[in-house]
């Protein structure tokens, strides 16, 4: 089964540090872009950064760039967001997604991981 | 960045009924590169549609997804007790990746 396991939420203080881990598990994740995407409660979906297969690659929002980190850990099939100078409003769940490509075909976010709550506060 | 606008906000229907669900993009996106999710209650999002109009794996086919350029709609022919939910559309034609801010469709 193919599957995504997110960990490393909590509760961190304004200014804190924090590193979620997305474990996979089903497919050979180091042929895949992976992505994380963030929804504040009782919002919507956000797009916050991905990385490529070889980790080469990474982009991110601008509402975290400078501040978020996105990384990947091929031989342990995890992908990884470290998190600094956090703040209220990065209090959300963060989901992580895998990327679905067929050639140059876009096919979405699928699966997603059943996410881990971010709550910034002092 | 394109910003994706959904409407309506909210759509009130009963079991059976079909359900009409639209989003606007800011700029023209490439029907490639459209999809739609569905959200349950305390669930990761779910893929159902990819390419604007393609149902992903498992997908029923009373699901569809349609349109071009800026104008995208999802259609539920008749809604399932399980249908009640929100769901978003994306784009990812144009960096960065974005999605429209959800349509509930709840029990009328």
């Known amino acids: 089964e193919v599957q995504l396991v997110e960990s490393g939420g909590g509760l961190v203080q304004p200014g804190g540090s924090l590193r979620l881990s997305c474990a996979a598990s089903g497919f050979t994740f180091s042929s895949y872009w992976m992505h994380w995407v963030r929804q504040a409660p009782g919002k919507g979906l956000v797009w916050v950064s991905r990385i490529n297969s070889d980790g080469s690659s990474t982009s991110y929002a601008d509402s975290v760039k400078g501040r978020f980190t996105i990384s990947r850990d091929n031989a342990k099939n995890t992908l990884y967001l470290q998190m600094n100078s956090l703040r209220a409003e990065d209090t959300a769940v963060y989901y992580c997604?895998?990327?679905?490509?067929?050639?140059?075909?876009?096919?979405?976010?699928?699966?997603w991981g059943q996410g881990t709550l971010v709550t910034v506060s002092s | 960045e394109i910003v994706l606008t959904q409407s309506p906000g909210t759509l009130s229907l009963s079991p059976g009924e079909r359900a009409t669900l639209s989003c606007r993009a800011s700029q023209s996106v490439s029907s490639s590169y459209l999809a739609w999710y569905q959200q349950k209650p305390g669930q990761a999002p779910r893929l159902l549609i990819y390419g604007a109009s393609s149902r992903a794996t498992g997908i029923p086919d009373r699901f569809s997804g349609s349109g071009s350029g800026t104008d995208f709609t999802l259609t539920i022919s008749r809604l399932e007790p399980e249908d009640f939910a929100v769901y978003y559309c994306?784009?990812?034609?144009?960096?960065?990746?974005?999605f429209g801010q959800g349509t509930k469709v709840e029990i009328k």
């Open positions: 994306q784009q990812y034609g144009s960096s960065p990746c974005t």
């Open positions: 997604a895998r990327l679905l490509v067929r050639g140059v075909m876009f096919e979405g976010f699928d699966p």
